[in-house]
């Protein structure tokens, strides 16, 4: 089953309308969505190594535009679905996080969290929410998040056929591993939370 969802995923690399999709996950996991958009981008780069650097390029365009969608979040409605955003989204302590990082550097607090596992919306609603400066905002979201899916679509357009070719031949192997560090990091954020 897993192996089918894996060449259903790699199929959308050929498919007109997978740089659509890319394009709508990485608008909203900048702005309010959980899912990252690293899988799926791997998963199209892994499909068709050639147009790597075009689907990092919608996958940058549109987080960027999904972390000014999130700024505006959380400068207009944070009153209305900052409840909605701490219980459901994005945790009482990442905010407090994110606060203390921009009381200290906005324009790095950004650019960190742009390559950092910590949500990116929880970046872009609490950069609205604090009001912070919105020039420098972008700024930093256009160099962060350019430069994360620019290294995933340039290591994965070098090494992508040798990447596919190991998956494929080691398929269950790699499932195993995956879940097993899945279960490994959800144990962790647990005993940290």
Do not use: Q
Not at 20 to 39: G, H, K, M, Q, R
């Amino acid at each position: 089953m897993l192996r089918s969802l894996y060449e259903w995923v790699l199929g959308w690399a050929d498919r007109k309308h997978g740089p659509f999709a890319l394009s709508l996950v990485s608008f909203t996991e900048a702005s309010f969505f959980p899912i990252p958009p690293d899988p799926l981008l791997m998963a199209l780069c892994l499909g068709n190594p050639r147009k790597s650097y075009r689907f990092a390029l919608y996958c940058s365009v549109f987080s960027i535009l999904g972390a000014a969608a999130g700024y505006l979040i959380g400068y207009w409605v944070w009153e209305l679905v900052g409840d909605f955003f701490t219980s459901h989204i994005v945790t009482a302590e990442a905010f407090a996080t994110v606060s203390d990082k921009y009381s200290e550097n906005v324009f790095e607090a950004v650019l960190a969290a742009a390559f950092t596992p910590i949500p990116f919306k929880a970046f872009t609603v609490t950069a609205g929410v604090f009001k912070v400066d919105f020039p420098t905002f972008i700024a930093a979201c256009v160099v962060g998040r350019t430069a994360r899916f620019a290294i995933v679509a340039c290591l994965l357009s070098i090494f992508g056929e040798r990447v596919k070719l190991l998956i494929d031949k080691y398929f269950n192997i790699f499932t195993v591993i995956f879940f097993i560090l899945l279960l490994v990091g959800v144990l962790l954020l647990k005993k940290l939370g």
